[in-house]
């Protein structure tokens, strides 16, 4: 059994630069989470998807961040124009219909703007 | 506003002695809380979870309590044994459009002391 994947672990971009993230989930789990995680703080939520639908997005999720999950299976998250407050941890979880509130996480990718 | 504040940054625990770690929430309409652990460089990993209709759930070394009428819970690790020496993060669950949307504290970071 594999957990939750994500690609690339780090990432350093420099200012203005588009950037993508992949994540792919435990294979049964048909719900994907994105966080964002900053330096001394908790993860905050960015977006939901069930299965392929994208079902709520964070106020944080800016217009320069798209996410998709196509055909429901791994996802990614997209930034534009990236800024140096882009700068963080981005999480992926996901979690099965079938199971509790549990969610299961990947190592994260790191992303640093210069 | 911080919904779910944890307001000790950091413990420092002996072995063998009882670690507690506490976790305030204001929003009574969280149902779910977990728990979750984190080493540096890898992802929150789930520890342990209890539902708002109880106030105790255990799991081996780690217990958790939750006094819904001060909207407080604590993680009762006992016995402390170094490789518990991580950051812990509450953190609280609403369902919100089939979305099981966690709202993270800041962490406390537990060392153990041999």
């Known amino acids: 059994d594999t957990g939750v994947s994500q690609d690339p672990r780090h990432k350093i971009t420099k200012r203005g630069q588009n950037v993508t993230f992949r994540c792919d989930p435990i294979?049964?789990?048909?719900?994907l989470y994105w966080y964002r995680q900053t330096l001394g703080q908790g993860p905050e939520f960015l977006t939901y998807?069930?299965?392929?639908?994208?079902?709520?997005k964070s106020r944080l999720l800016s217009d320069r961040f798209s996410a998709e999950r196509p055909k429901g299976s791994f996802s990614t998250l997209e930034i534009q124009r990236t800024e140096q407050g882009d700068s963080a941890m981005y999480l992926c979880?996901?979690?099965?219909?079938?199971?509790?509130?549990?969610?299961?996480f990947g190592p994260g990718t790191r992303l640093t703007v210069t | 506003d911080q919904q779910v504040k944890q307001n000790s940054p950091s413990l420092s625990v002996q072995e063998g002695r009882i670690s507690i770690l506490n976790c305030d929430y204001t929003?009574?309409?969280?149902?779910?809380f977990l728990w979750y652990k984190k080493y540096p460089a890898e992802g929150p990993t789930f520890l342990i979870s209890?539902?708002?209709?109880?106030d105790k759930n255990e799991d081996g070394r780690f217990t958790v309590f939750l006094n819904k009428s001060a909207k407080h819970l604590s993680l009762h690790i006992v016995p402390s044994q170094p490789g518990d020496s991580a950051v812990y993060f509450c953190?609280?669950?609403?369902?919100?459009?089939?979305?099981?949307?966690?709202?993270f504290g800041q962490g406390t970071r537990l060392t153990i002391n041999p």
């Open positions: 979880a996901s979690s099965s219909f079938r199971g509790g509130y549990e969610q299961y």
């Open positions: 294979s049964e789990h048909n719900r």
């Open positions: 998807f069930q299965n392929e639908a994208q079902l709520e």
């Open positions: 929003n009574s309409m969280f149902d779910y």
């Open positions: 209890i539902s708002s209709i109880k």
């Open positions: 953190a609280a669950s609403r369902l919100i459009q089939g979305a099981q949307k966690l709202v």
